[in-house]
């Protein structure tokens, strides 16, 4: 079956701008996660959506970021006022199952940022 | 307390040796510890993982040793092969939550 995709695959913008990064996770996959994977921070994790509950928004880096899950699926990653050290490769995940398992994350191919 | 530490950063092996990676952890509530490899241009892919419970975990040529006192675990590589030429991630979580990452691997395996 289909695995989580992202979209775009790449973005260039410019400082101040917003971006919006998108992430289809794997049908039926309750769990959501994003990370970012930058050369001098490795991969980080910015916010964990599970079901219906209240999502762990503990990673964002700042109140720039924020991040949506519509409907239990799709999710979006807002970038408003973008900077150059937002520039990295965000990345998303999806688990089949509910908090207290332990089931693989599958990630995504990411989304590659580059702030100018 | 939620980081986990890993080395080396970089790492050549031989076709046909063994590589080893190493990571530490703190926070001894982590009950989960997975392996991902991952190649330029993918996002991150399980390799193997395993719980504190056991000591050691094995699924073909890689093999998960865990000391739970020593708050350390590694990821053996026998007979390495230039396929297995990327980067490896050791990372951390509990019940199923956020994975904490180490810092990465950088493998290259010489023919």
């Known amino acids: 079956g289909a695995g989580v995709s992202q979209s775009p695959s790449n973005k260039v913008t410019e400082k101040g701008k917003d971006v919006e990064l998108r992430c289809d996770p794997i049908s039926g996959h309750t769990a959501l996660y994003w990370y970012r994977q930058s050369l001098g921070q490795g991969l980080e994790f910015l916010i964990y959506?599970?079901?219906?509950?209240?999502?762990?928004k503990s990673g964002l880096p700042s109140d720039r970021f924020s991040a949506e899950r519509t409907g239990g699926s799709v999710s979006t990653l807002t970038i408003q006022r973008t900077q150059q050290e937002d520039s990295a490769v965000y990345l998303c995940?999806?688990?089949?199952?509910?908090?207290?398992?332990?089931?693989?994350?599958?990630f995504g191919p990411g989304t590659r940022l580059t702030v100018l | 307390q939620q980081q986990v530490k890993q080395s080396p950063q970089s790492l050549i092996v031989q076709k046909g040796g063994i590589s080893i990676i190493n990571c530490a952890y703190e926070n001894t509530a982590f009950d989960y510890f997975p392996w991902y490899q991952q190649f330029p241009g993918k996002g991150p892919a399980l390799l193997i993982a395993?719980?504190?419970?056991?000591s050691e975990k094995k699924e073909g040529r890689f093999t998960i040793s865990f000391n739970k006192s020593a708050k350390q675990f590694s990821l053996h590589i026998m007979d390495s092969q230039p396929g297995d030429s990327a980067t490896y991630f050791c990372a951390a979580s509990t019940q199923g939550g956020k994975l904490i990452f180490g810092q990465g691997t950088e493998l290259s395996v010489k023919p």
């Open positions: 959506f599970q079901g219906n509950s209240a999502p762990d």
């Open positions: 395993i719980r504190p419970d056991v």
């Open positions: 995940a999806s688990r089949e199952g509910s908090g207290g398992t332990y089931n693989e994350q599958f």
